[in-house]
Protein backbone atom coordinates (compact mmCIF):
# COMPACT_ATOMS: atom_id res chain seq x y z
CA UNK A 1 0.00 0.00 0.00
CA UNK A 2 1.00 3.42 -0.58
CA UNK A 3 0.83 6.00 2.50
CA UNK A 4 1.96 9.76 2.35
CA UNK A 5 2.96 11.75 5.03
CA UNK A 6 1.99 15.83 4.50
CA UNK A 7 4.52 17.47 6.92
CA UNK A 8 7.31 14.77 6.18
CA UNK A 9 10.41 17.14 6.39
CA UNK A 10 9.29 17.48 10.38
CA UNK A 11 11.96 16.33 13.16
CA UNK A 12 9.10 13.90 13.93
CA UNK A 13 9.30 12.02 10.78
CA UNK A 14 12.30 9.37 12.22
CA UNK A 15 10.29 8.73 15.03
CA UNK A 16 7.27 7.79 12.61
CA UNK A 17 9.72 6.01 10.16
CA UNK A 18 10.85 3.74 12.97
CA UNK A 19 7.76 2.78 13.91
CA UNK A 20 6.72 1.50 10.37
CA UNK A 21 9.74 -0.11 9.72
CA UNK A 22 9.03 -2.33 13.09
CA UNK A 23 5.99 -2.88 12.06
CA UNK A 24 5.77 -3.83 8.59
CA UNK A 25 4.14 -7.08 9.36
CA UNK A 26 1.31 -5.23 10.78
CA UNK A 27 1.30 -2.56 8.16
CA UNK A 28 3.02 -3.43 4.97
CA UNK A 29 4.12 -0.41 3.08
CA UNK A 30 5.04 -0.43 -0.37
CA UNK A 31 5.71 3.08 -0.81
CA UNK A 32 6.13 5.69 1.40
CA UNK A 33 6.01 9.62 0.30
CA UNK A 34 7.13 12.35 2.34
CA UNK A 35 6.03 16.05 1.10
CA UNK A 36 6.99 19.10 2.52
CA UNK A 37 7.47 22.50 0.93
CA UNK A 38 11.48 23.00 2.47
CA UNK A 39 13.48 21.30 0.31
CA UNK A 40 16.31 21.54 2.22
CA UNK A 41 14.83 20.10 5.30
CA UNK A 42 12.89 17.58 3.40
CA UNK A 43 16.65 16.01 1.88
CA UNK A 44 17.99 15.56 5.22
CA UNK A 45 14.43 13.56 7.14
CA UNK A 46 14.31 11.57 3.56
CA UNK A 47 17.77 10.81 3.97
CA UNK A 48 18.13 9.45 7.08
CA UNK A 49 14.49 7.94 6.56
CA UNK A 50 15.80 5.66 3.66
CA UNK A 51 18.84 4.48 5.92
CA UNK A 52 16.29 3.43 8.55
CA UNK A 53 14.48 1.47 6.54
CA UNK A 54 18.01 -0.20 4.42
CA UNK A 55 18.77 -1.01 8.47
CA UNK A 56 15.68 -2.65 9.39
CA UNK A 57 15.29 -4.73 5.99
CA UNK A 58 11.84 -2.61 5.07
CA UNK A 59 11.45 -3.52 1.63
CA UNK A 60 9.33 -0.26 1.44
CA UNK A 61 10.21 2.41 -1.20
CA UNK A 62 10.80 5.88 0.36
CA UNK A 63 10.03 8.85 -2.11
CA UNK A 64 10.38 12.89 -0.97
CA UNK A 65 8.45 15.28 -3.26
CA UNK A 66 7.36 18.88 -2.38
CA UNK A 67 4.65 18.58 -5.46
CA UNK A 68 1.57 17.70 -3.17
CA UNK A 69 -0.70 16.39 -5.54
CA UNK A 70 2.04 14.33 -7.12
CA UNK A 71 2.46 13.08 -3.74
CA UNK A 72 -1.19 12.12 -2.38
CA UNK A 73 -2.13 10.84 -5.54
CA UNK A 74 -3.39 6.67 -5.15
CA UNK A 75 -2.19 6.99 -1.52
CA UNK A 76 -4.37 4.51 0.54
CA UNK A 77 -3.50 7.13 3.40
CA UNK A 78 -2.75 10.39 3.75
CA UNK A 79 -0.68 11.44 7.59
CA UNK A 80 -1.50 15.10 8.46
CA UNK A 81 1.66 16.79 10.88
CA UNK A 82 1.89 20.27 9.85
CA UNK A 83 2.60 23.55 11.88
CA UNK A 84 1.66 26.49 9.64
CA UNK A 85 3.92 28.98 10.37
CA UNK A 86 6.77 26.86 11.84
CA UNK A 87 8.09 27.04 15.05
CA UNK A 88 8.25 31.05 14.90
CA UNK A 89 3.98 31.12 14.98
CA UNK A 90 4.64 28.79 17.72
CA UNK A 91 6.79 30.89 19.79
CA UNK A 92 4.31 33.79 18.96
CA UNK A 93 1.34 31.36 20.86
CA UNK A 94 3.27 30.85 23.71
CA UNK A 95 4.81 34.50 24.66
CA UNK A 96 1.84 37.34 23.73
CA UNK A 97 -1.01 35.37 25.83
CA UNK A 98 1.23 35.77 28.82
CA UNK A 99 0.97 39.55 28.95
CA UNK A 100 -2.72 39.49 29.69
CA UNK A 101 -2.02 36.91 32.44
CA UNK A 102 -3.09 33.57 30.61
CA UNK A 103 -1.52 30.77 29.32
CA UNK A 104 0.64 30.96 26.26
CA UNK A 105 0.49 27.19 25.10
CA UNK A 106 -0.19 26.06 21.30
CA UNK A 107 -3.42 24.13 21.81
CA UNK A 108 -5.51 25.63 24.09
CA UNK A 109 -6.57 29.17 25.05
CA UNK A 110 -5.53 31.91 23.08
CA UNK A 111 -2.54 30.28 21.80
CA UNK A 112 -4.31 27.30 20.33
CA UNK A 113 -7.27 29.08 18.66
CA UNK A 114 -4.52 31.30 16.71
CA UNK A 115 -2.82 27.70 15.67
CA UNK A 116 -6.73 26.64 14.96
CA UNK A 117 -7.50 30.17 12.72
CA UNK A 118 -3.68 29.18 10.89
CA UNK A 119 -4.23 25.46 10.19
CA UNK A 120 -8.12 24.73 9.37
CA UNK A 121 -7.75 26.17 6.30
CA UNK A 122 -4.63 25.15 4.58
CA UNK A 123 -5.53 21.33 6.15
CA UNK A 124 -9.03 21.97 4.56
CA UNK A 125 -7.24 22.61 0.96
CA UNK A 126 -4.65 19.78 1.01
CA UNK A 127 -8.01 17.42 2.21
CA UNK A 128 -9.44 18.78 -0.88
CA UNK A 129 -6.46 18.42 -2.97
CA UNK A 130 -6.22 14.63 -1.43
CA UNK A 131 -10.03 14.16 -2.43
CA UNK A 132 -9.03 14.44 -6.10
CA UNK A 133 -5.99 12.89 -6.27
CA UNK A 134 -6.75 9.80 -4.20
CA UNK A 135 -11.32 9.75 -3.31
CA UNK A 136 -11.05 6.60 -1.70
CA UNK A 137 -8.05 7.64 1.26
CA UNK A 138 -8.37 8.20 4.85
CA UNK A 139 -7.02 11.18 6.41
CA UNK A 140 -5.16 10.53 9.51
CA UNK A 141 -4.80 14.08 11.77
CA UNK A 142 -1.53 14.57 13.89
CA UNK A 143 -2.02 18.26 13.14
CA UNK A 144 -3.07 20.60 16.07
CA UNK A 145 -5.57 21.23 17.33
CA UNK A 146 -6.48 17.30 16.86
CA UNK A 147 -10.13 17.91 17.78
CA UNK A 148 -10.80 20.86 16.16
CA UNK A 149 -8.87 20.13 12.39
CA UNK A 150 -10.62 16.49 12.87
CA UNK A 151 -14.00 18.35 12.94
CA UNK A 152 -13.32 20.66 10.05
CA UNK A 153 -12.28 17.35 8.29
CA UNK A 154 -15.18 15.59 8.84
CA UNK A 155 -18.07 18.66 8.63
CA UNK A 156 -16.38 18.85 5.23
CA UNK A 157 -17.14 15.27 4.01
CA UNK A 158 -13.61 13.92 4.25
CA UNK A 159 -12.90 9.85 5.79
CA UNK A 160 -10.99 10.85 8.62
CA UNK A 161 -9.53 10.55 12.02
CA UNK A 162 -7.83 12.48 14.38
CA UNK A 163 -4.79 10.97 16.23
CA UNK A 164 -3.06 11.94 19.64
CA UNK A 165 -0.36 10.29 21.25
CA UNK A 166 -1.50 11.31 24.73
CA UNK A 167 -3.49 7.78 25.50
CA UNK A 168 -0.51 5.61 23.99
CA UNK A 169 1.84 7.63 26.37
CA UNK A 170 -0.16 6.74 29.15
CA UNK A 171 -0.89 3.35 28.53
CA UNK A 172 2.66 2.84 28.24
CA UNK A 173 3.40 4.35 31.37
CA UNK A 174 0.25 2.11 33.26
CA UNK A 175 1.83 -1.00 31.98
CA UNK A 176 5.33 -0.26 32.80
CA UNK A 177 3.73 -0.12 36.66
CA UNK A 178 1.69 -3.19 36.31
CA UNK A 179 4.90 -5.05 34.77
CA UNK A 180 2.22 -5.88 32.12
CA UNK A 181 2.13 -6.01 28.05
CA UNK A 182 1.27 -2.41 26.69
CA UNK A 183 -1.33 -4.62 23.99
CA UNK A 184 -3.10 -5.80 27.14
CA UNK A 185 -3.59 -2.55 29.05
CA UNK A 186 -7.35 -0.67 28.38
CA UNK A 187 -7.63 2.67 29.13
CA UNK A 188 -11.23 4.20 29.91
CA UNK A 189 -10.20 7.46 28.19
CA UNK A 190 -12.74 9.91 27.68
CA UNK A 191 -12.92 13.74 26.81
CA UNK A 192 -11.93 16.20 23.81
CA UNK A 193 -8.33 16.04 22.55
CA UNK A 194 -6.26 17.41 25.10
CA UNK A 195 -8.91 17.87 27.55
CA UNK A 196 -9.05 13.83 28.76
CA UNK A 197 -9.12 12.13 32.35
CA UNK A 198 -8.43 8.42 32.37
CA UNK A 199 -11.55 6.94 34.49
CA UNK A 200 -10.14 3.28 34.72
CA UNK A 201 -7.38 1.30 33.34
CA UNK A 202 -8.24 -2.50 32.71
CA UNK A 203 -6.39 -5.77 32.06
CA UNK A 204 -7.64 -7.95 29.16
CA UNK A 205 -9.68 -5.40 27.04
CA UNK A 206 -13.00 -2.65 27.94
CA UNK A 207 -14.08 -5.94 30.44
CA UNK A 208 -11.24 -6.61 32.17
CA UNK A 209 -11.34 -5.44 36.46
CA UNK A 210 -10.51 -1.96 37.00
CA UNK A 211 -6.85 -1.68 38.15
CA UNK A 212 -6.82 2.28 38.02
CA UNK A 213 -7.42 2.47 42.50
CA UNK A 214 -4.82 0.05 42.78
CA UNK A 215 -2.60 2.08 40.67
CA UNK A 216 -3.24 5.40 42.61
CA UNK A 217 -2.72 3.55 46.21
CA UNK A 218 0.53 2.41 44.78
CA UNK A 219 2.19 4.40 42.02
CA UNK A 220 0.23 7.78 42.87
CA UNK A 221 3.32 9.87 43.84
CA UNK A 222 5.13 8.80 41.23
CA UNK A 223 1.88 9.57 38.50
CA UNK A 224 1.23 12.94 40.20
CA UNK A 225 5.19 13.94 39.51
CA UNK A 226 4.73 13.12 35.47
CA UNK A 227 1.58 15.31 35.73
CA UNK A 228 2.91 17.98 37.90
CA UNK A 229 0.08 18.45 39.84
CA UNK A 230 -0.38 17.11 43.59
CA UNK A 231 -0.90 13.66 44.23
CA UNK A 232 -4.04 14.95 46.70
CA UNK A 233 -6.11 15.85 43.27
CA UNK A 234 -5.14 12.60 42.08
CA UNK A 235 -6.66 11.11 45.13
CA UNK A 236 -9.72 13.19 45.17
CA UNK A 237 -10.17 12.66 42.03
CA UNK A 238 -9.96 8.88 41.43
CA UNK A 239 -8.65 9.89 37.88
CA UNK A 240 -6.07 10.52 36.13
CA UNK A 241 -6.28 13.77 34.28
CA UNK A 242 -3.81 14.13 31.09
CA UNK A 243 -0.71 16.61 31.67
CA UNK A 244 -2.73 19.15 29.64
CA UNK A 245 -5.58 19.55 32.28
CA UNK A 246 -2.45 21.29 34.37
CA UNK A 247 -3.17 24.27 32.45
CA UNK A 248 -6.73 24.52 33.95
CA UNK A 249 -6.15 22.98 37.57
CA UNK A 250 -3.46 24.97 37.92
CA UNK A 251 -3.25 28.27 35.35
CA UNK A 252 -2.18 30.85 37.49
CA UNK A 253 1.08 28.77 39.00
CA UNK A 254 1.66 27.66 35.06
CA UNK A 255 1.35 31.31 34.06
CA UNK A 256 4.04 32.51 36.96
CA UNK A 257 6.20 29.73 35.83
CA UNK A 258 5.88 30.42 32.04
CA UNK A 259 7.01 34.18 32.60
CA UNK A 260 10.17 32.83 34.19
CA UNK A 261 11.86 30.67 31.40
CA UNK A 262 12.00 30.44 28.08
CA UNK A 263 9.42 29.38 25.64
CA UNK A 264 8.99 25.87 24.79
CA UNK A 265 9.07 26.84 21.04
CA UNK A 266 12.11 28.00 22.00
CA UNK A 267 13.74 24.90 23.45
CA UNK A 268 12.24 23.17 20.22
CA UNK A 269 13.86 25.08 18.17
CA UNK A 270 17.16 24.45 19.53
CA UNK A 271 16.37 20.78 19.21
CA UNK A 272 15.32 20.40 15.91
CA UNK A 273 18.34 22.27 14.96
CA UNK A 274 20.32 19.86 16.46
CA UNK A 275 18.33 17.33 15.04
CA UNK A 276 18.72 18.26 11.96
CA UNK A 277 22.57 18.24 12.17
CA UNK A 278 22.14 15.12 13.25
CA UNK A 279 20.01 13.60 10.29
CA UNK A 280 22.68 14.82 7.82
CA UNK A 281 25.25 12.43 9.33
CA UNK A 282 25.52 9.42 6.93
CA UNK A 283 26.25 7.46 8.97
CA UNK A 284 23.29 7.73 11.23
CA UNK A 285 20.95 5.15 10.71
CA UNK A 286 18.56 5.05 13.58
CA UNK A 287 16.08 7.95 15.39
CA UNK A 288 18.74 9.38 17.80
CA UNK A 289 18.01 9.79 21.55
CA UNK A 290 17.75 13.59 21.57
CA UNK A 291 14.01 12.95 19.56
CA UNK A 292 12.56 11.81 22.61
CA UNK A 293 12.77 14.81 24.03
CA UNK A 294 11.27 16.78 20.91
CA UNK A 295 7.96 14.78 22.02
CA UNK A 296 5.58 12.47 19.83
CA UNK A 297 6.82 9.71 22.24
CA UNK A 298 4.96 6.34 20.80
CA UNK A 299 3.18 8.35 17.83
CA UNK A 300 4.67 5.46 15.10
CA UNK A 301 3.21 2.96 16.90
CA UNK A 302 -0.39 4.90 17.27
CA UNK A 303 -0.01 6.04 13.39
CA UNK A 304 0.62 2.30 12.84
CA UNK A 305 -2.45 0.50 14.86
CA UNK A 306 -4.63 3.28 13.31
CA UNK A 307 -3.67 2.87 9.30
CA UNK A 308 -3.97 -0.69 10.13
CA UNK A 309 -6.98 -0.81 11.45
CA UNK A 310 -8.18 1.28 8.85
CA UNK A 311 -6.59 -0.26 5.99
CA UNK A 312 -6.14 -3.97 6.09
CA UNK A 313 -9.17 -5.96 6.19
CA UNK A 314 -9.91 -8.96 7.75
CA UNK A 315 -10.73 -7.32 11.28
CA UNK A 316 -10.65 -4.32 14.18
CA UNK A 317 -8.68 -2.42 16.70
CA UNK A 318 -9.62 -0.73 19.80
CA UNK A 319 -8.12 2.61 19.73
CA UNK A 320 -8.28 6.45 21.48
CA UNK A 321 -9.04 8.54 18.40
CA UNK A 322 -10.85 11.66 17.86
CA UNK A 323 -14.33 10.81 15.96
CA UNK A 324 -17.99 12.19 15.81
CA UNK A 325 -19.69 12.15 19.37
CA UNK A 326 -22.88 10.49 17.34
CA UNK A 327 -24.59 9.91 21.35
CA UNK A 328 -21.80 8.58 22.88
CA UNK A 329 -21.64 11.64 25.06
CA UNK A 330 -25.22 12.41 25.73
CA UNK A 331 -24.63 16.11 27.01
CA UNK A 332 -22.85 17.03 23.57
CA UNK A 333 -24.33 16.93 20.08
CA UNK A 334 -23.79 15.05 17.43
CA UNK A 335 -21.45 16.46 15.68
CA UNK A 336 -19.56 17.46 18.18
CA UNK A 337 -15.65 15.65 18.16
CA UNK A 338 -14.92 13.47 21.03
CA UNK A 339 -11.45 11.70 22.31
CA UNK A 340 -12.46 8.47 23.36
CA UNK A 341 -11.93 4.57 22.64
CA UNK A 342 -13.16 3.39 19.90
CA UNK A 343 -13.47 0.52 17.64
CA UNK A 344 -11.96 0.91 14.79
CA UNK A 345 -12.04 -0.78 11.08
CA UNK A 346 -12.08 -0.17 7.55
CA UNK A 347 -15.94 1.80 7.38
CA UNK A 348 -14.03 4.42 10.52
CA UNK A 349 -14.14 4.39 14.15
CA UNK A 350 -17.10 4.07 15.94
CA UNK A 351 -16.70 4.91 19.77
CA UNK A 352 -17.24 2.47 22.74
CA UNK A 353 -20.10 3.12 24.85
CA UNK A 354 -18.87 5.85 28.13
CA UNK A 355 -20.56 5.05 31.59
CA UNK A 356 -22.10 8.54 32.88
CA UNK A 357 -19.41 11.04 33.58
CA UNK A 358 -19.87 12.96 36.57
CA UNK A 359 -20.53 16.76 36.03
CA UNK A 360 -16.83 17.38 37.38
CA UNK A 361 -15.90 16.51 33.73
CA UNK A 362 -18.83 16.70 31.54
CA UNK A 363 -19.30 20.08 32.61
CA UNK A 364 -15.81 21.30 31.26
CA UNK A 365 -15.97 19.05 28.30
CA UNK A 366 -19.11 20.89 27.42
CA UNK A 367 -17.73 24.58 27.46
CA UNK A 368 -14.63 23.47 25.67
CA UNK A 369 -16.85 22.15 22.93
CA UNK A 370 -18.61 25.26 22.77
CA UNK A 371 -15.50 26.93 22.57
CA UNK A 372 -14.11 24.58 19.97
CA UNK A 373 -17.42 25.33 18.18
CA UNK A 374 -17.02 29.41 17.58
CA UNK A 375 -13.16 28.77 17.50
CA UNK A 376 -14.03 26.44 13.98
CA UNK A 377 -16.97 29.12 12.89
CA UNK A 378 -13.78 31.52 13.13
CA UNK A 379 -11.21 29.49 11.61
CA UNK A 380 -13.93 28.94 8.67
CA UNK A 381 -15.35 31.89 8.21
CA UNK A 382 -13.30 34.74 9.58
CA UNK A 383 -13.61 37.86 11.31
CA UNK A 384 -12.84 39.52 14.75
CA UNK A 385 -15.93 39.35 16.67
CA UNK A 386 -16.03 35.64 15.67
CA UNK A 387 -12.64 35.70 17.38
CA UNK A 388 -13.57 37.48 20.37
CA UNK A 389 -16.59 35.33 21.13
CA UNK A 390 -14.15 32.18 20.79
CA UNK A 391 -11.66 33.81 23.06
CA UNK A 392 -14.98 35.02 25.54
CA UNK A 393 -16.26 31.42 26.00
CA UNK A 394 -12.68 29.09 26.69
CA UNK A 395 -12.57 29.07 30.32
CA UNK A 396 -8.84 29.83 30.75
CA UNK A 397 -10.14 33.57 29.05
CA UNK A 398 -13.80 34.35 29.85
CA UNK A 399 -13.45 37.89 30.72
CA UNK A 400 -14.34 40.64 28.41
CA UNK A 401 -11.10 42.54 28.92
CA UNK A 402 -8.98 39.57 28.19
CA UNK A 403 -10.77 38.84 25.40
CA UNK A 404 -10.49 42.07 23.82
CA UNK A 405 -6.97 42.25 24.09
CA UNK A 406 -5.80 39.05 23.33
CA UNK A 407 -7.89 39.77 20.04
CA UNK A 408 -6.12 42.79 19.45
CA UNK A 409 -3.13 40.65 19.86
CA UNK A 410 -4.02 38.02 18.22
CA UNK A 411 -4.56 39.20 14.62
CA UNK A 412 -1.55 41.26 14.92
CA UNK A 413 0.23 38.72 15.18
CA UNK A 414 -1.10 36.64 12.38
CA UNK A 415 -1.97 38.52 10.26
CA UNK A 416 -0.25 37.12 7.13
CA UNK A 417 -2.08 33.90 7.60
CA UNK A 418 -5.53 35.26 7.75
CA UNK A 419 -6.84 35.69 4.63
CA UNK A 420 -9.18 38.41 6.47
CA UNK A 421 -7.45 40.52 8.30
Not at 312 to 324: D, E, H, R
Not at 375 to 388: K, S, Y
Not at 401 to 421: P, S
Request: hydrophobic residues 45%; charged residues 20%; proline residues 5%.
Amino acid sequence: MKLAVVGGGSTYTPELIDGFARLRDTLPVAELVLIDPAADRLELVGGLARRIFAKQGCDGRIVTTSDLDAGVADADAVLLQLRVGGQAAREQDETWPLECGCVGQETTGAGGLAKALRTVPVVLDIAERVRRASPNAWIIDFTNPVGIVTRALLQAGHRAVGLCNVAIGLQRTFAGLLEADPSDVHLDHVGLNHLTWETGVRLGGPDGADLLPKLLADHGDAIADRLRLPRALLDRLGAVPSYYLRYFYAHDQVVAELRTKPSRAAEVARMEKQLLTMYGDPALDAKPELLAQRGGAFYSEAAVDLAAALLVGGGSAVQAVNTYNNGTLPFLPDDAVIEVQARVDGTGAVPLNVPELDPLYSGLIAQVTAYEDLALEAALRGGRDRVFKALLSHPLIGQYAYAEALTDKLVAHNREHLAWA
